[in-house]
């Protein structure tokens, strides 16, 4: 039996390739160092994996930026826009023209947008989106994938795989820049170019070759298939001596089913981490000759492998099909976890030993591939690591399981409808038409981060720590209060991010020192791990939030972050359902908004900035998710008095197939991102006649742009077109943490003018 991988992490294990983009993009680093940097990683990526006894290796997976971008260029799929970047020449030039169509350019004169950048379907990982124009033409334009190749052949032989997307789903992920044609209509002059890419990998010495095809996995029209079957008839029939593998990840075939296993190719990826119920209806459909690869080992999570439960669907695949024709592999692409478990030393070791990284992932294959050969001594401490989790103390704690069992409508419901409940607000807070507020945190200024870091680093005392925080938070209460905002906001000084502020202070958290993910070009995150049953073991933001409401008159909103948003954040368990986990934490936001009621916070803020990014790739998914959330949210407000009101936050979304569930949420005040589409996204909540308050963004937060009062006067008008004026608050997009101080006030009290002519004028 083979094994194989689909991808692995480019970042290197001390993001070494961030540190080197970031200081060639500044000016401080040679090409030639960036890729020296570059092919370090590589190889040892490489020989990480030969190590690990993984017989098919992926190469093309590394990335300078992002792998879709790379697919553009490798096709010439180059907008317009950049010939002018495109026409200079030197060294630079390639690498120049690269990084200015995934984050613009601003030089010799020349000021150019960057392209579009969107998540890889529902993980955090953002690709750039392919633009297309009607007359689109396609070719070989840029070689690396061949340099790439070779070099991997050079240390694996014919271990080494290239991998690159899929010609349908690079289609499918980009996007129409031109009225008048279908993207999926370009496939026909698409095709000729991969099958030439294919063939000169053959030639090459290429045995495998991985097609990325993750919307195999998604809902299909039935052009959509058409167009899969008429691309791979053509790469079939005009591709020889190559084994072509098709991969597809992160959700089930379901109705691809037949579609996809008689794809005219080698060898079939199926995700059977997220899908494992597919795997009966594919050993049912498969036709002879094709290979299954079956991907057991979660890719997208930091959790060991349950070798039995792998060991079952293994079996089941190889009565089938027989071992020859079976391929061991982790889920998808390991670019979605982290690297090193082994470089966690401070983790406790009975948890550390539930968990595995990227590295550990491959060994874990190598594992199940010896087992089945029949080296059990594997199985056996395995067997122990898996059953430590399910009975430890540290995950199960019987009180947070009772509560969430114990859930009923009552938990997730307010006294008394919103009617009811905005009339007793409105006689409490006496706010003018069109109040202002912003969404929590102001300018994280580098005082600020490294007042943060010496604290955790030891060098400051809780006391002096304490005094600069209240010192940050009192200016910026007076400065709120000088501008004349309504409502105002802490600042969120004592914040770092805001999921793990509360994750620090959750029971079931843990944090890793490096187990960094890719987001974005140099972006990396690193989610807190969400291990066990979740509890509060203390108030988590009383002390800052009265601290800020006893320095003025005005409302003081109380600030947390919602349910799915912590969730969708985290590494999650994967030993009880998502909706589980989310209640838990549920309850435990729910608790600290009754704190914060009891102690005299009036307005509280419970952001769910990801909600939309929770939702289920497949249709048919999303109205169980959307019910799960949404009542998740509504726990963390049930039972809380009429005369508190409730806000919310989400960024930029469309709300169009979710608007009955964002009403459902019942939050009395709702912020949400809308600026950038120049209230468009409003529409839908003026169809659904949105009952609640809601502060539509009137400035975009991303750009240190100040707008004039008059541009946002008049998006009030347009809000107001759409939705009751007397319901209408005054807001920018979200926080304003990524901002400098001196736009952050021009642009607020431009903001402020702007309601004053809101309310005199609307
Ligand atoms: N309250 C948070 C802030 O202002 C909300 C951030 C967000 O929505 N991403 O920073
Ligand atoms: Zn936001």
């Given at each position: 039996m083979l094994t194989q991988n689909l991808g692995y992490p480019r970042i290197g294990e001390q993001r070494e390739l961030k540190k080197a983009c970031e200081q060639y993009w500044a000016g401080k680093m040679a090409l030639t160092e960036l890729h020296r940097v570059a092919q370090k990683i590589k190889e040892e990526n490489w020989l990480t994996q030969l190590n690990a006894g993984i017989d098919i290796i992926p190469c093309n997976d590394f990335s300078f930026y992002d792998h879709v971008l790379d697919t553009s260029l490798l096709l010439g799929v180059i907008p317009q826009r950049y010939a002018p970047v495109l026409a200079q020449d030197g060294d630079h030039a390639e690498t120049d023209l690269y990084f200015a169509m995934a984050r613009g350019y601003q030089r010799n004169g020349l000021d150019i947008t960057a392209m579009e950048m969107t998540k890889w379907l529902d993980t955090n990982y953002h690709y750039i989106v392919p633009e297309f124009t009607a007359q689109q033409e396609f070719s070989i334009y840029n070689e690396n994938i061949f340099a790439e190749y070779t070099t991997a052949r050079r240390l694996l032989g014919q271990k080494a795989k290239p991998v690159l997307v899929g010609p349908v789903s690079y289609l499918l992920l980009g996007k129409e820049k031109e009225q008048g044609f279908e993207r999926i209509d370009l496939l026909e002059k698409l095709i000729p170019v991969y099958i030439e890419i294919l063939n000169r990998l053959g030639a090459l010495g290429a045995e495998w070759i991985q097609l990325d095809e993750p919307c195999l996995a998604l809902d299909l029209s039935k052009k959509e298939e058409e167009a899969f079957e008429a691309a791979y008839r053509a790469i079939a029939g005009q591709v020889g001596g190559v084994r072509l593998m098709v991969a597809t990840y992160f959700e089930a075939l379901l109705d691809n089913t037949s579609l996809a296993v008689n794809l005219p190719v080698e060898a079939l990826h199926i995700d059977l981490v997220r899908g494992p119920e597919q795997l009966d209806e594919v050993l049912a459909l498969v036709p002879d000759g094709l290979l299954l690869s079956l991907g057991v080992v979660d890719g997208r999570n930091v959790w060991k492998n349950d070798y039995e439960k792998s060991l079952s669907l293994i079996y089941r695949a190889v009565e089938k099909l027989g071992a020859k024709r079976v391929i061991v592999a982790p889920s998808?692409?390991?670019?979605?976890?982290?690297?090193?478990?082994?470089?966690?030393?401070?983790?406790?070791?009975?948890?550390?030993?539930?968990?595995?990284?990227?590295?550990?992932?491959?060994?874990?294959?190598?594992?199940?591939?010896?087992?089945?050969?029949?080296?059990?001594?594997?199985?056996?401490?395995?067997?122990?690591?898996?059953?430590?989790?399910?009975?430890?103390?540290?995950?199960?704690?019987?009180?947070?399981?009772?509560?969430?069992?114990?859930?009923?409508?009552?938990?997730?419901?307010?006294?008394?409808?919103?009617?009811?409940?905005?009339?007793?607000?409105?006689?409490?807070?006496?706010?003018?038409?069109f109040p202002t507020t912003t969404i929590g945190s102001f300018p994280q200024t580098d005082d600020i981060r490294q007042l943060r870091a010496r604290f955790k680093k030891g060098d400051l005392t809780v006391e002096q720590y304490e005094k600069s925080i209240e010192q940050a938070t009192i200016d910026a209460i007076r400065w709120q209060e000088e501008i004349g905002l309504d409502v105002l906001v802490h600042g969120e000084f004592e914040r770092n991010d805001m999921v793990e502020y509360f994750g620090e202070q959750l029971e079931g958290f843990l944090f890793t020192k490096n187990g960094w993910v890719q987001s974005y070009g140099s972006r990396c995150v690193k989610p807190p791990v969400i291990y066990g049953d979740i509890s509060r073991p203390k108030d988590m933001t009383v002390r800052w939030s009265t601290f800020a409401a006893a320095q003025t008159d005005r409302p003081m909103k109380g600030m947390l972050t919602g349910p799915v948003t912590i969730?969708?954040?985290?590494?999650?368990?994967?030993?009880?359902?998502?909706?589980?986990?989310?209640?838990?934490?549920?309850?435990?936001?729910?608790?600290?908004?009754?704190?914060?009621?009891?102690?005299?916070?009036?307005?509280?803020?419970?952001?769910?900035?990801?909600?939309?990014?929770?939702?289920?790739?497949?249709?048919?998914?999303?109205?169980?998710?959307?019910?799960?959330?949404?009542?998740?949210?509504?726990?963390?407000?049930?039972?809380?008095?009429?005369?508190?009101?409730?806000?919310?936050?989400?960024?930029?979304?469309?709300?169009?197939?979710?608007?009955?569930?964002?009403?459902?949420?019942?939050?009395?005040?709702?912020?949400?991102?809308?600026?950038?589409?120049?209230?468009?996204?409003?529409q839908a909540f003026a169809h659904f006649e949105y009952p609640n308050e809601i502060g539509p963004g009137v400035y975009d937060i991303h750009s240190p742009r100040v707008p004039g009062t008059e541009e946002m006067t008049s998006l009030l008008g347009r809000a107001a077109d759409l939705l009751p004026a007397e319901n209408l608050w005054v807001n920018p997009d979200c926080g304003l943490k990524t901002r400098k101080w001196p736009e952050t006030k021009a642009a607020l009290e431009n903001m402020v003018a702007a309601a004053r002519q809101a309310r005199e004028q609307i």
């Open positions: 998808c692409s390991l670019l979605h976890s982290p690297i090193d478990l082994d470089l966690e030393t401070a983790l406790d070791p009975e948890i550390k030993n539930w968990m595995a990284f990227a590295r550990q992932k491959l060994g874990e294959v190598d594992a199940l591939r010896q087992i089945l050969e029949g080296n059990n001594t594997l199985l056996e401490a395995n067997r122990k690591a898996i059953e430590s989790r399910r009975t430890s103390q540290k995950v199960h704690r019987q009180a947070v399981k009772d509560r969430v069992a114990a859930l009923t409508e009552a938990d997730a419901t307010r006294a008394s409808a919103f009617p009811v409940r905005q009339r007793i607000q409105r006689e409490r807070f006496h706010l003018p038409s969730l969708q954040w985290s590494f999650v368990r994967d030993d009880q359902p998502r909706e589980v986990t989310t209640n838990q934490i549920a309850f435990a936001v729910h608790d600290e908004v009754l704190a914060l009621e009891q102690a005299g916070i009036g307005m509280i803020q419970i952001d769910e900035a990801a909600i939309r990014e929770g939702l289920p790739l497949r249709k048919a998914r999303r109205p169980h998710y959307l019910d799960w959330a949404v009542k998740a949210f509504r726990i963390t407000a049930g039972g809380v008095q009429d005369r508190t009101q409730i806000h919310t936050h989400m960024c930029y979304s469309e709300f169009n197939d979710i608007i009955e569930h964002i009403a459902a949420m019942d939050a009395d005040v709702i912020t949400i991102e809308t600026s950038r589409s120049q209230m468009e996204l409003l």
